[in-house]
């Protein structure tokens, strides 16, 4: 911990000085934006006059001078460049004539259904009956405000009954000399390509099974930046996990130094062939305290834990991440490995692991939009929304492979009692527009249990709009 605190001087002192010419810059672009509007304001008085003394030549009276002027004060000019214009794009936004305050209010709701199409696991060992339901999956309002392109401001509530809680909560500092931007407060680890792209955009209703591994939103300060193009991203944060958040990894205490390298060898196009490589890395120093991994199958409304590691107490965890995507054209093929070895306290090692494999492909011609300077994915853009044009929206196919494996003679195990899980799954989604999406999931799951294998298969749907 010594190490880190002398990391952390040495960076703040690197971030105070470069701070302070950011902060030098952001006064000379402010100035300069005033007396742009000054010279506005100058050549519109300068055009009144002379229209006035143009028409006076023909032996204007007092009045009709006063009338002219009140006219021509009517009259839309080049405007305050401070005045707020409200617009509609993906979200109600808002910006200054000269753009430099823009905020967004927007929000998203994710309804779930699902049921069982059959399964044996109502049977011993695992003695389980799931039930099928609906639930409101998540409805969430975010609030997000760009000042002067150097500060960036978002706050995020989820309002669902299962998972009421606050998600994005952070500020922002953009644009930092040799270092990009500084974020802190509560937001996602810089770990995983389908974490880090947004629950939106991702081509499933839940992430794989091998996202237990993944840590996800905590409380920190972390560097982000993008170079060659924005075709290489980097990431590097401290972390303390949240003690407010129920799936969390580590519960109680401890520290967590993430990072992340993402490289996008191919990208042309304007996106519809790309090739993304990325690896991620993460040492958790869990203060002594208990550490717990437990996946449910891949549909959120079964609140049964397939498998689960129980509460152990670790001494830290490390965990490593290895990427892999590929779009060419409307087919896309996406993979990651998650590993993770725990120094168990009292002596032993839990060597943990997960992957997914995942294909796609659009049968109306789209493609799956690649965001440069993330390294993650991003909203899809439907060539014909439905009912414009004779349109009929996107329709995508998926399919995908997904395997955990949490089992591991230093680790108690609990759940099932399941050695591991694996889940094939197959997606249909119908993206009406760029906002509004149908999903249909069918996902098989066989769990290898201590003493007994079993399965259950389960069809899902989803009705999603973000705006």
Known sequence: MQRIGQALALGLLVLATATGAWAQDTRVEELQQTVEALKNRLRDTERRLAEIE?????????ED???????????????????????????????????????????RVYIDYGCLAGGDLQDAPFNTDLEGG???????????????????????????????????????????????????????EPFGLEELTSSRYITFMERSLAST?????NLGAAITGAFAEKRATYAAGIFR???????????????????????????????????????AYSWRNTGDDTVRYRQRPEFHLFDTRFTDTGAFVADDVQLAGAEFAWVEGPFSLQSEYIGAVADVAGGGTACLSGFYVQASYFLTGEHRNYKLGSGAFDRIKVLRPYGIDGGWGAWEVAARYSYVDLDDAAVAGAGLGAN???????????????NVRLMWNYIHNCIDGATDDASVDIFAMRVQFDW
Do not use: C
């Open 54 to 62: 143009g028409r006076n030549q023909a032996g204007l009276t007092r």
């Open 65 to 107: 001078v006063m009338a002219i002027l009140a006219e021509l004060e009517a009259e839309p000019g080049p405007g305050d460049p401070w005045d707020m214009r409200v617009f509609w794009k993906n979200g109600l936004n808002f910006a200054t004539a000269n753009e430099a305050v823009t905020a967004k209010i927007g929000g």
């Open 134 to 188: 609906a639930e409101i999956r998540t409805a969430r309002l975010n609030f997000e405000a760009d000042l002067h392109d150097v500060l960036k401001i978002k706050m995020e509530y989820d309002f669902a009954p299962s998972d009421s809680t606050p998600k994005d909560v952070y500020l922002q500092f953009k644009k930092i000399p040799a270092l990009g931007a500084l974020t802190i407060g509560h937001f996602k």
């Open 213 to 217: 591994l993944v840590p996800g939103r």
């Open 241 to 279: 996990p949240d003690q407010g958040d129920p799936g969390d990894i580590t519960a109680d205490s401890g520290y967590a130094a993430t990072g992340r390298l993402t490289w996008a060898p191919i990208y042309q196009d304007n996106g519809r062939r790309v090739v993304h490589l990325g690896a």
């Open 420 to 434: 591991d899980v694996q889940a094939m799954s197959l997606g249909l989604n119908w993206y009406l527009n760029s």
